[in-house]
């Protein structure tokens, strides 16, 4: 049943998601585009840091925010790029008549659950049971392949938290109790906050990085859940019907 799911997995990976519908055909633009997104996000970071620590980095100040506002305007121009292309393929390659400003439309998130219906048809898959059984061999699989974390949040927090403190206490002893110490201590926190949010940024953009670039198995697999949980719902509301009639 393994090969079954893999064989699948091969299918939606191939013939379903949105970089092998679309972004193939433009894949070095997209990819472009997503070098100058994560090279924003980056510089974003940098930016934010020194701005928290202006103290510190004011002199090299100028030159990140330069390079912040020349990957803000790649990124946007190759965005803006990007999603005019994506929008001509559609219309050219599956006739869809798009007059909003994004690419994907209800229309295409219809057409991707009817090819992979088809082929579930083909291979006498679509039917309820059969969903069911799928739905849990992936579930399955994708904790069989998960990989375990290196270093739990706990194990993480004690070894973090004292060398954070050994810091601020070297850092405020060089600072003077007065005019500067205060901001460095509104700085600090405020700078904790933005990397906290960072980090939820990043899980977010490490998981669309899989997706639509490199594709990890284990995040195709979660998508074809997705996808086979919605047309067992679809089955599940058509008996429903034809029991009521």
């Excluded at 399955?140 to 706990?154: D, F, G, M, N």
């Excluded at 990043?202 to 997705?226: A, C, D, G, R, T």
Aim: aromatic share 14%; net charge positive.
């Amino acid at each position: 049943m393994n090969f079954l799911i893999d064989k699948l997995t091969k299918f939606y990976k191939n013939n379903v998601i949105a970089y092998s519908l679309v972004f193939k055909e433009i894949k070095i633009r997209y990819h472009l585009f997503i070098v100058f997104a994560l090279s924003l996000y980056l510089t974003t970071l940098q930016l934010v840091v020194k701005v928290g620590l202006y103290f510190y980095f004011a002199g090299t100040l100028l030159n990140t925010f330069n390079s912040f506002l020349i990957s803000l305007v790649l990124c946007v121009g190759l965005f803006f790029h990007v999603n005019s292309k994506a929008k001509k393929i559609v219309r050219k390659k599956f006739r869809f008549r798009n007059k909003g400003f994004s690419w994907r439309t209800d229309e295409f998130e219809k057409m991707q659950s009817r090819i992979l219906i088809d082929h579930l048809r083909e291979k006498k898959l679509y039917k309820e049971e059969k969903l069911k059984q799928l739905i849990d061999l992936c579930y399955k699989e994708i904790e069989r392949k998960k990989l375990p974390s290196l270093i739990a949040p706990t194990i993480f927090i004690s070894l973090f938290v004292p060398i954070w403190v050994q810091f601020l206490t070297i850092l405020f002893k060089e600072t003077s109790i007065s005019e500067r110490a205060f901001p460095l201590a509104v700085s600090i926190t405020l700078l904790l906050i933005v990397i906290m949010i960072s980090i939820t940024i990043s899980k977010w953009i490490i998981k669309e990085m899989f997706e639509f670039v490199w594709i990890s198995e284990s995040q195709l697999k979660k998508n074809l859940v997705h996808r086979l949980e919605e047309l067992l719902i679809e089955i599940e509301e058509d008996e429903k019907q034809s029991d009521l009639g």
